[in-house]
């Protein structure tokens, strides 16, 4: 079983519908979670970034993150066709220098 | 803020030769920084942990004689692909993590450098 598991899609939305994106993993001394987003042949942009369990708002992205199923959530509202990307999650131990562990990314399409 | 540039963004290159890639932290400094490496339609694998002025920490399975790291200063890693062969293709990707940040680990990373070797 890998670490971090992410259903690498693809996933077609229509614009403005709700996005959900999921990840699972199964180190539970993981503590920060994060979100990335990759366009096509360029690096991640980070997204969101939480610590331990619980919900973090910013615009129209929500992370969830639930530690006692091991699964974390990325949710976007009003999708836009500018959302088009690969969703990256990614995780690590603790702070400090401390490697990142990333999910395969789903990719998303949002049609105008 | 927290911008993270790469140079070069594209190169081709012959087998055999060797080609250095550049990783800059521009507004912030970085005493640790990151060496990724991508395959189409794959997720970023860690290369290698790279900390200012002492040696970079290799992931198993990496060669750290074919893939040479230097990281001089607080804004500054560079990776350099020995004898490169054409396995070698691939994106990579550096990431920068703020050493102001504390204990939050933020990393923000490079555009990518795209490598072909012919």
């Known amino acids: 079983q890998k670490e971090v598991e992410q259903d690498p899609g693809p996933l077609s939305v229509p614009e403005g519908a709700i996005v959900s994106l999921n990840c699972t993993y199964s180190?539970?001394?993981?503590?920060?979670f994060m979100w990335y987003r990759q366009y096509s042949r360029k690096g991640p942009e980070l997204l969101m970034y939480?610590?331990?369990?619980g919900n973090k708002e910013d615009g129209r992205f929500t992370a969830q993150v639930d530690k006692s199923s091991k699964y974390i959530s990325l949710f976007i509202r009003d999708s836009q066709p500018s959302d088009s990307a690969t969703y990256l999650c990614a995780m690590t131990l603790q702070g400090g220098s401390e490697k990142l562990v990333f999910g395969k990314g789903t990719k998303l399409t949002v049609n105008p | 803020g927290a911008v993270v540039s790469q140079h070069p963004s594209w190169v081709i290159c012959k087998s055999g030769t060797s080609v250095k890639i550049e990783c800059r932290s521009l507004d912030f400094q970085a005493t640790t920084m990151f060496w990724y490496r991508q395959f189409p339609k794959q997720s970023l694998m860690l290369m290698a942990t790279s900390n200012e002025g002492s040696k970079a920490t290799y992931e198993q399975g990496v060669e750290k004689d074919k893939f040479l790291i230097n990281h001089a200063s607080l804004t500054l890693s560079t990776l350099t692909v020995t004898s490169a062969h054409p396995e070698d293709s691939s994106f990579y990707i550096c990431?920068?993590?703020?050493?102001?940040?504390?204990?939050?680990?933020?990393?923000?990373f490079g555009p990518g450098t795209r490598l072909t070797v012919l």
């Open positions: 180190n539970s001394a993981f503590q920060y």
């Open positions: 990431s920068a993590r703020d050493s102001l940040a504390g204990g939050r680990n933020t990393q923000y």
């Open positions: 939480t610590y331990s369990s």
